[in-house]
């Protein structure tokens, strides 16, 4: 018991000083230095050389991937002018394609089937700043999909780590967040390979999911993640907070405007029938104070708030079988024990169970802080 004590105390200590401090750098105990590309570059042929990216390659069925050149970029930005209007490529970023056109590829994921549900998603994580916003989240007993950027997973292993913790559903966004439909095959199987292996290494799950940056999938980059059996997940409302100042031009007012249409949809019978998948970010302190902001609205205006997979009813989301997620009746019957939002829900019963649950996660969240702490004093140290 003073043992735990202790651990408190020094838990609160901890978690006040990285309150103040969100966004230092530290040093963990997994090693990015070989094995994966440099943090925030396309990887490049040193990266496809190795065993087990030769092994991987081999694995692919590659006759079953559409001979699709890589698009072109201008000035940074994808060159539609020369496509054919007949968007013959399920190309997304053309008109929003989800429909693959090429043989034996599964439509991309872009809503939540039951009407009224909200798929809450956040893009770009995991980052130190985000610490504030996962606390939030606890709060509300709600949990998302968070589509990791393999990079950053490098940079903060332990914030990765708390997605778990929290039973966020974790899926992978790329290593260096490129137009992937630019990529070759080598380049866009190594930036889901490591990513995955980042995930795998840090999180020990092995996502079945990716979110492709800016949306940029076709057939080509499809077949290549189905075959990873990763599902594509795209989205179908979005809230455009990453255009915000400073990482944009938008305004915080024309976040909100956005934000108010998404709660009169709610409400006035477009999710009447089928739900929704937002695009949301966990990118900034802008991007995440959005979150919070419109989170009460948001749960009024919609039935069900939950993430990708549990309205999909994915209850395998990582490739270990051992590891189950709460179905969509799971969450919305009260039956669960993913500490999820119960709206809607009755007869939950379980209040003992979950305050154990909550004290053993509340634990292993200071213990990983602990660990935080200590490399962030031999970070100072040396
Ligand atoms: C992550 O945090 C660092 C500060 O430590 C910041 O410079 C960087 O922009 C953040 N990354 C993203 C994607 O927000
Ligand atoms: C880092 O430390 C944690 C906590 O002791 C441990 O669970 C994990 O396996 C370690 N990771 C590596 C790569 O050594
Ligand atoms: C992966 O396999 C394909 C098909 O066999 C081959 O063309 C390609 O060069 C391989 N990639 C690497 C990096 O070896
Ligand atoms: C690869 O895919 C092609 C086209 O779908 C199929 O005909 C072939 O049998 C597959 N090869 C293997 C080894 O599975
Ligand atoms: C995909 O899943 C199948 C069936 O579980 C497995 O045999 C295969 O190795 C997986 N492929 C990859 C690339 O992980
Ligand atoms: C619902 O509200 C949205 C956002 O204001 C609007 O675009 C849409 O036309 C409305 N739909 C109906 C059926 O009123
Ligand atoms: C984060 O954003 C909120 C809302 O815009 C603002 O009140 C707060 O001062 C910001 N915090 C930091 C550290 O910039
Ligand atoms: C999920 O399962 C529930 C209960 O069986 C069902 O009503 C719902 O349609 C399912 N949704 C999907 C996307 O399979
Ligand atoms: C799942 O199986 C793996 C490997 O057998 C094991 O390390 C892990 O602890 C298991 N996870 C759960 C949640 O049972
Ligand atoms: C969190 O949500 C789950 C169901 O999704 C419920 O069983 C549990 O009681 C909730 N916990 C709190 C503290 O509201
Ligand atoms: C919940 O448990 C309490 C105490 O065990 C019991 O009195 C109550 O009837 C239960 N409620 C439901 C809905 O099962
Ligand atoms: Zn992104």
Known sequence: MGFISLFIILGTLIASVIAQQQCVPYTSNYTFTTGFPPIWVKPGAETFTTAEFQQVNKSINWSMVPNIPPNKLVNGALDLS????????????????????????????????????????????????????????????????????????ADWPYEAQRAITDKHQVCVHTWSHPYMTTLTNDEVLAELFYTRKAIKYVCKVTPLCWRPPFGDVDDRVRAIAQQLNMTTDIWNLDSNDFRMIPAGTFTSA???????????????????????????HELNNGTMSKAQQWY?????AYKHLMPVASCMNITHPYAETNITYPSFNDLVGGSSTSGNNPSGGSGSNSSKKSSSVSMTS????????????IAQLSSTLF
């Open 362 to 373: 509340c634990i292993s969240l200071i213990s990983t802080v602990s660990i935080m702490l």
């Open 296 to 300: 009460p609205q948001i749960k009024a």
């Open 82 to 153: 020369t496509y054919s209007t007949s968007d013959p490529n399920c190309w997304w970023s053309y008109k929003n394609c989800v429909t693959p056109k090429a043989p034996g590829l599964k439509p991309d994921i872009s809503r939540c089937p039951e009407p009224g549900t909200w798929g809450l998603t956040y893009d770009d994580g995991p980052n130190c700043t985000h610490n504030e916003f996962y606390d939030f989240l606890k709060g509300q007993n709600q949990t998302a999909t968070m589509y990791f950027i393999g990079s950053n997973v």
């Open 254 to 280: 024309q976040v909100d405007t956005i934000f108010e249409g998404f709660v009169e949809m709610g409400k006035n019978g477009t999710f009447a029938t089928s739900g929704a998948i937002t695009l949301q």
